[in-house]
């Protein structure tokens, strides 16, 4: 069973030391099943504070599993509020 880290998922995060699991723009959209264009929009959108975010050994911009999630659910909050403002 592949476990967070594992390079042959790429949608599985780097977990720390604490159990937290952190995801690249790239991993948390081959989590949340978007395109990498989607994870960018959040962050211009302020869904993902892009300022504040830690990177990798890489220069990468890393989010955790919790701060995508709640992006992903501010994201269709406003998707809906915005259907209904057009209904």
Do not use: C, K
Not at 28 to 46: H, K, L
Not at 51 to 70: L, N
């Amino acid at each position: 069973m592949p476990r967070p880290g594992d390079r042959d998922n790429p949608a599985l995060g780097r977990e720390d030391a604490n159990g937290t699991i952190w995801f690249t723009v790239a991993q948390a959209a081959a989590f949340t099943g978007r395109d990498r264009q989607t994870i960018y929009s959040w962050e211009r959108r302020g869904h993902l504070d892009r300022v504040a975010a830690p990177t990798d050994e890489h220069g990468r911009r890393i989010y955790t599993q919790a701060q995508i999630a709640a992006a992903e659910r501010r994201a269709r909050h406003n998707a809906a509020a915005t259907q209904r403002i057009a209904a």
